[in-house]
DNA sequence: CTGAAAGCGCTAACAC
DNA sequence: GTGTTAGCGCTTTCAG
């Protein structure tokens, strides 16, 4: 007996209450002008009823779709699902995200669109069209999309920009959110320098993430101000183990190779770990080790790997908080919400080995 | 300029194609009685202005909603995020049935239920009211939660139960799924029987999973089959680190300890083979252990794990395409639909060290 | 502060 | 084959 028709709608709530549709729509949406006591009887229909609105029609009259569309890279997505390397990234978006959305009575709705496909626009109008969110949160790549944010823009739907400084002069309806990767990364190598190393190495990320820009910024600023040369201290890397094989290969190849290496990501690190052990370089005794991320893989790569904490979740909480307030009104903050991330210690870090025979001034 | 409804409609491509909105309607969902030309011309429209049908339009009037609800026990999927430990459950249920879902122009959405609370049925209520989904998918624990189970029949939902086989009779839209748990465990236990091994100890999931029992009968059998005694080598656990610890302890302090071990699941068998170093038994030298899941870490582990792989994606993927045949009206299948796990052999089995020296006929 | 009327975008049920 | 009519459940006007 498939009654596909809503079992108890508005109509029944309000016959129960003796009120009229109106009213115990005011009551639902905890609309002001209503009394009391009217408020009263109506919730109490609507428990004893087991009432509950469908966005459905929610939406389709005009209000909320109580949905926040959440995008993430296609590709790069499914290749993490497929792996299997425990990357979390999804899980602590859902944790952060989902959580938050449910508090507020919102539900949040994970889509995947590629990047650099011809067929963004399409399939991001085709899900608005679809779902009518109240809210889209972008994570990197997309968070700087100019397509998406300007459809975005256009559709006047307020949406989160995760790992996005958000341009220069930022966009109607986009909320910028970062986590630290300056600072966090400025952290990590001054922590290497605190610890007596001078050559620090650093693996960059890709190139289409902008993060990838601050974090080498980061790497580079404490290298400057402690006056240690990057000079051929960088490798190109994107964020495949692959790539951090070779990153690695080319640093400690260098005459004078770094006895600290900084990488963009865990798996770029993990590489740099193997390259290490199949150099019978210890770590950390002969080269520290400090990654980006800190996805489940870093505490359990050996030696476990300091790491820098992406607080993934939360900031995809405020993300939700954000644009839930947005839609209620609230003006956008004027500059990109920053959660820090911090740094992780465990064993991938010590001091040089090498730390006293190095040309050098300090201990 | 939020303009909130919607930028296209079916309306205005009925009017630019110059036939009736039920034309249109007909060309978009693929209903016969439409002459070729027409359809063509409608499909024109539809590309040329960009249409896409409203979801929350479709189910209002009575259609589906192209939605597909996805349920997770609360409690240990918060836990199992936030512990980081890098399990994948979720990840592969994303991947398998979203990607199944969005072949169909579906959509997938998560939600989690308390399942030891008073609250389902409040909890489920809303979720179909709010989102009237197509469909259901149900995992452990809820799978088999007649509470659920009775809601979604008496209403008429079709439900797919991951990891139940339906129960006795099996109900009116159930479909179960089940990822070959018996044969899995009796076929990892036999391997150790073939490495050798006559002592072989398990540790137990815990009971309101259905599918710890299936485990371990998997296990009993294979022990039987092959004339060795199980007496004294079942512990009882309940997924955690702690409780695969314990266990470890009561198996491995037996007057005739196992000398492999299965674990119903990663972690626990990683506690396994915490005790080991512990006590100094090499694994797989003295101690061999196979555990179920296959999330990440067993991969990560040290030695990595031989695992049974749970085939989640494929069978999430499964239940979404039979819950979408179901809606269509296929009938369902009439024996529990079942996905065979797979056992990955990797460094925590061989032979046991002690072969020759213990009392009994094979090698 | 409360109610009545109109309509959102789409499809089921009928006519033609 | 195609068009017309009515209505899904809710919120937006706008009256009172």
């Given at each position: ?70 995008l993430n890279d296609?590709?790069r997505t ?11 990234w ?25 990047t ?21 949160i972008l994570t990197p790549p997309h968070s700087d999309n ?15 920009q995760i790992g996005s ?12 959110l970062i986590m630290?990767d ?23 990320g890709p190139?289409d993430y902008v993060l990838s820009?601050w ?24 964020f ?70 992406q607080?993934v979740?939360?900031t ?48």
């Amino acid at each position: 007996m498939a009654r596909r028709r809503q079992a108890v709608t508005i109509k029944h709530v309000a016959a129960d209450a003796g009120v009229s549709m109106q009213t115990v729509s005011r009551v639902i949406n905890k609309e002001p002008n209503v009394r009391p006591e009217m408020q009263a009887r109506v919730q109490e229909s609507i428990d004893r009823l087991g009432y509950h609105p469908s966005i459905a029609a929610q939406r389709m009259s005009g209000s909320r779709s109580y949905l926040i569309l959440a995008l993430n890279d296609r590709e790069r997505t499914i290749a993490e699902w497929q792996s299997r390397q425990g990357s979390d990234w999804v899980d602590q978006m859902l944790l952060g995200g989902m959580l938050k959305c449910a508090e507020h009575g919102y539900r949040m709705i994970f889509e995947l669109v590629d990047t650099h496909n011809d067929h963004v626009e399409r399939e991001l109008k085709a899900a608005i069209a679809a779902l009518q969110p109240d809210g889209v949160i972008l994570t990197p790549p997309h968070s700087d999309n100019p397509l998406i944010v300007g459809l975005l823009d256009e559709y006047g739907i307020p949406f989160a920009q995760i790992g996005s400084s958000g341009g220069e002069g930022g966009s109607a309806g986009g909320i910028p959110l970062i986590m630290g990767d300056t600072q966090a990364s400025s952290n990590a190598t001054q922590h290497l320098i605190d610890l007596g190393h001078e050559r620090i190495g650093f693996i960059k990320g890709p190139d289409d993430y902008v993060l990838s820009r601050w974090r080498e910024n980061g790497w580079r600023s404490a290298m400057d101000e402690a006056e240690l040369s990057a000079e051929g201290l960088s490798a190109q890397g994107d964020f495949s183990p692959a790539s951090g094989r070779i990153a690695a290969l080319q640093l400690l190849d260098l005459a004078d190779p770094p006895t600290a290496i900084l990488a963009s990501n865990d798996h770029m690190a993990i590489s740099v770990l193997e390259v290490a052990q199949e150099r019978e370089l210890a770590v950390p005794g002969d080269l520290s080790v400090i990654s980006f991320d800190n996805t489940p893989i870093a505490a359990l790569a050996n030696p476990p790997l300091t790491a820098i904490d992406q607080p993934v979740a939360e900031t995809t909480s405020r993300a939700v908080e954000l644009i839930i307030a947005a839609k209620r009104g609230a003006k956008r903050p004027d500059s990109p919400i920053d959660i820090p991330s911090k740094l992780v210690l465990r064993a991938s870090t010590a001091p040089p080995a090498s730390a006293t025979t190095r040309r050098k001034s300090g201990t």
